[in-house]
């Protein structure tokens, strides 16, 4: 009894610790600068307004933003799976010379923080002239998206029977073929959670945003969100509206592909 009351505890401070941040970003949005600055009705927004919301859609590029972050994360989160799910099966199923150390090399590069490769990555973009277009973000992502895809998708790969594999490939079936029909079914749960992570990083990268694109037109979520942050001032009412907003697609994302993990796990588990 006591070990059900201490997991339920940990849990509720969880939980806490997760609502109140989000909480407060919305409290804040529905309130008037007069409010904010103030600190007039701290706790509960009373009486609550929509201008910071409508501030948004009539007074920035807030829609063009959300445009530029949606296009870049879903074509970087497409990208990165087809080439990591690519690597991991090279490496879980076929013998080559270097096998083990290409797979140690991708682990490696998925430990290297994104802050150091974006100096040689931009003199690589500058030369072959590819820079300032959501093109450019949807290249740059990959670069710290496939190690992790890889390194993950591997584990699910080696979980998969091989004898599934084979029986493919002696009634005809090409190692192309096997891997779209047998094995990346299988591996659907860690396709997802891939594709998961792909999205989130992808969706709230700032370094990247900033650094490669200098037209106002192309710029990000997060790189857009800088623009309420003036000097050591901020419009914190504009700012939360706009934070509230962004969290909103990847929280449905989350809630929208979580059940489908969930079921794609437990009908693996019931197959003969």
């Known amino acids: 009894m006591s070990g059900r009351v201490l997991r339920w505890l940990a849990v509720g401070i969880l939980l806490f610790l997760v609502a109140v941040p989000l909480y407060w970003i919305v409290v804040t949005s529905l309130k008037t600068g007069r409010q904010i600055l ?22 920035t590029r807030f829609v063009l933003w959300l445009r530029n972050s949606a296009v870049t994360a879903v074509a970087s989160t497409m990208l990165s799976l087809a080439i990591g799910a690519a690597g991991a099966y090279a490496l879980t199923r076929l013998r ?62 080696r979980s998969i029977p091989r004898e599934l594999e084979e029986a493919a490939l002696v009634d005809g079936a090409t190692r192309l073929q096997t891997l779209w029909r047998i094995v990346l079914p299988l591996a659907a749960p ?59 697609p990847v929280v449905l994302v989350y809630i929208y592909l979580h059940k489908y993990m969930v079921g794609g796990l437990t009908a693996g588990a019931v197959k003969g």
Not at 129 to 148: K, M, Q, R
Not at 201 to 227: H, K, M
């Open 38 to 59: 103030m600190s007039q009705a701290i706790y509960i927004a009373k009486p609550f307004t929509l201008e910071n919301y409508t501030y948004l859609f009539e007074e």
């Open 96 to 157: 080559f010379a270097g096998r083990r150390a290409f797979g140690a090399l991708v682990l490696i590069t998925y430990l290297v923080p994104p802050g150091l490769m974006f100096i040689p990555l931009y003199r690589t973009l500058i030369q072959i002239g590819y820079t300032n277009s959501l093109g450019t973000l949807i290249v740059a992502y990959p670069t710290f998206l496939v190690p992790f895809v890889t390194w993950l998708l591997m584990g699910f790969f």
């Open 190 to 248: 860690g396709l997802l959670a891939a594709g998961l992570f792909c999205f989130t990083l992808s969706w709230n990268e700032f370094l990247y945003a900033l650094i490669f694109i200098a037209d106002d037109g192309l710029r990000t979520l997060p790189v857009g969100l800088s623009e309420f942050v003036v000097s050591d001032f901020a419009f914190w009412g504009q700012l939360m509206a706009a934070a509230a907003l962004a969290s909103l």
